[in-house]
């Protein structure tokens, strides 16, 4: 039997609800679109239109992925970050709007650079933070590490399509292990990296505890372990007066400035979030 658009979306919204799926309708809506390849405009001012089966049965699929948790990026392949459009798998974290900060205060940071700044991203998953930043700082040049080669793959898929794969360099890395510090140094250190403690995943949401990479969410029981490291080894790969922006959790910023060695870093700003929440950590090294 043959549904309107307007019939498809109305049952797919009961689906989601009663899956638990916040804003329902609106995911419905976004599927549907994807599916056939229309905004939303379309389906607005075409709601009683026909789908053909085909359509109808791949839209009652997804429908059925997003119900089961499947976030809707993963079903559709993209995130918008910064304005831009990115591919996403299940081997890289969602980009998030909290990141976009972190972009925003690196762009200030290295954006009156007279020389070309080189800039580095730990943990870079899907290139977000790296690739926005060579789109906004057109002289900038990147290394993109992760230690993911998946992660990287998708990266790099994302550099050719916003036009940057010429400048930046990608390189499978647990950290800065694979990197000589004889031969890297960098103006700008950049990351995002996982932490959230061991005791706190199953707390998250489905969509994030069931479905985003684990290796990229969380460290272990321990969720500073990884910008311990940071804070260790960064010094080794940045240049004088150079600048390490890090991404934290909702309850760390305390214990961050703790671990600060002040005879390394100045700590230059804890910027907050949108809720207000400390966010981004922007040291500079003495």
């Given at each position: 039997?043959?549904?309107?658009?307007?019939?498809?979306?109305?049952?797919?919204?009961?689906?989601?609800?009663?899956?638990?799926?916040?804003?329902?309708?609106?995911?419905?809506?976004?599927?549907?679109?994807?599916?056939?390849?229309?905004?939303?405009?379309?389906?607005?001012?075409?709601?009683?239109?026909?789908?053909?089966?085909?359509?109808?049965?791949?839209?009652?699929?997804?429908?059925?992925?997003?119900?089961?948790?499947?976030?809707?990026?993963?079903?559709?392949?993209?995130?918008?970050?910064?304005?831009?459009?990115?591919?996403?798998?299940?081997?890289?974290?969602?980009?998030?709007?909290?990141?976009?900060?972190?972009?925003?205060?690196?762009?200030?940071?290295?954006?009156?650079?007279?020389?070309?700044?080189?800039?580095?991203?730990?943990?870079?998953?899907?290139?977000?933070?790296?690739?926005?930043?060579?789109?906004?700082?057109?002289?900038?040049?990147?290394?993109?590490?992760?230690?993911?080669?998946?992660?990287?793959?998708?990266?790099?898929?994302?550099?050719?399509?916003?036009?940057?794969?010429d400048r930046t360099v990608f390189t499978v890395s647990d950290c800065f292990d694979s990197l000589d510090p004889n031969q890297s140094?960098?103006?700008?250190?950049?990351?995002?990296?996982?932490?959230?403690?061991?005791?706190?995943?199953?707390?998250?949401?489905?969509?994030?505890?069931?479905?985003?990479?684990?290796?990229?969410?969380?460290?272990?029981?321990?969720?500073?372990?990884?910008?311990?490291?940071?804070?260790?080894?960064?010094?080794?790969?940045?240049?004088?007066?150079?600048?390490?922006?890090?991404?934290?959790?909702?309850?760390?910023?305390?214990?961050?400035?703790?671990?600060?060695?002040?005879?390394?870093?100045?700590?230059?700003?804890?910027?907050?979030?949108?809720?207000?929440?400390?966010?981004?950590?922007?040291?500079?090294?003495?």
């Amino acid at each position: 039997m043959s549904r309107s658009i307007a019939d498809a979306i109305r049952e797919a919204t009961q689906v989601l609800n009663s899956a638990g799926v916040p804003e329902a309708r609106r995911e419905a809506g976004s599927l549907l679109s994807f599916v056939l390849g229309k905004d939303r405009t379309f389906l607005i001012s075409n709601a009683d239109d026909a789908i053909d089966e085909d359509s109808l049965r791949g839209f009652q699929e997804i429908v059925e992925r997003r119900a089961d948790g499947e976030p809707l990026q993963y079903i559709t392949g993209v995130q918008d970050f910064f304005g831009r459009e990115f591919r996403v798998t299940p081997d890289v974290l969602i980009p998030r709007p909290e990141t976009e900060l972190l972009v925003e205060a690196a762009i200030q940071i290295a954006g009156g650079r007279e020389s070309s700044p080189l800039i580095c991203d730990v943990g870079a998953g899907s290139g977000c933070i790296a690739l926005t930043l060579l789109c906004e700082i057109r002289p900038a040049r990147a290394v993109a590490i992760d230690k993911s080669p998946a992660a990287l793959e998708v990266a790099q898929l994302n550099a050719r399509n916003l036009s940057v794969a010429d400048r930046t360099v990608f390189t499978v890395s647990d950290c800065f292990d694979s990197l000589d510090p004889n031969q890297s140094q960098f103006d700008l250190v950049v990351s995002n990296p996982p932490y959230v403690s061991a005791a706190l995943i199953a707390g998250l949401q489905r969509e994030v505890r069931d479905h985003e990479p684990r290796i990229a969410l969380s460290p272990g029981p321990d969720g500073l372990s990884i910008i311990r490291r940071l804070l260790d080894d960064t010094p080794r790969f940045l240049k004088a007066q150079g600048h390490l922006l890090v991404e934290i959790g909702f309850d760390q910023g305390e214990a961050i400035q703790r671990l600060i060695n002040e005879e390394i870093w100045d700590l230059v700003d804890i910027c907050p979030d949108l809720q207000g929440i400390p966010r981004i950590v922007v040291l500079q090294r003495k």
